[in-house]
């Protein structure tokens, strides 16, 4: 059992920045690949990054490359997304998830979930 609460979201301005934290219970946290998800209004869950159980292994959706960066403290055993040049499109619920398994970019491949963080990016 593993659980993941969100942290870090709000509202900033379009060029802005703002740093997502998910932080999970449970001791074998450092065995599991950890992903952020998105879902805007009236979208379906969206994949947004990656990483895999060691941290040496992370993964982009084309949309946030360059921006966003995925990264994990096993010691905090805590994941991050330190989201940079934020734009309105970035606007949608972020999900941390978790797998024990590598890293994926398919949603319905995760295990566990955390409740959602609001972003939101005005113009």
């Known amino acids: 059992q593993v659980q993941l609460v969100e942290s870090g979201g709000g509202l900033v301005q379009a060029g802005g920045s703002l740093r997502l934290s998910c932080t999970a219970s449970?001791?074998?946290?450092?065995?599991?690949?950890m992903g952020w998800f998105r879902q805007a209004p009236g979208k379906e869950r969206e994949f947004v990054a990656a990483?895999?159980?060691?941290?040496?292994?992370?993964g982009y959706a084309d949309s946030v490359k360059g921006r966003f960066t995925i990264s994990r403290d096993n010691a905090k055993i805590t994941v991050y997304l330190q989201m940079n040049s934020l734009k309105p499109e970035d606007t949608a619920v972020y999900y941390c998830?978790?797998?024990?398994?590598?890293?994926?970019?398919?949603?319905?491949?995760?295990?566990?979930w955390g409740q959602g963080t609001q972003v939101t990016v005005s113009s």
């Open positions: 990483i895999s159980w060691s941290g040496g292994t992370t």
């Open positions: 449970g001791r074998t946290f450092r065995t599991y690949a």
């Open positions: 998830a978790a797998v024990r398994r590598i890293a994926t970019m398919i949603s319905g491949e995760y295990e566990y």
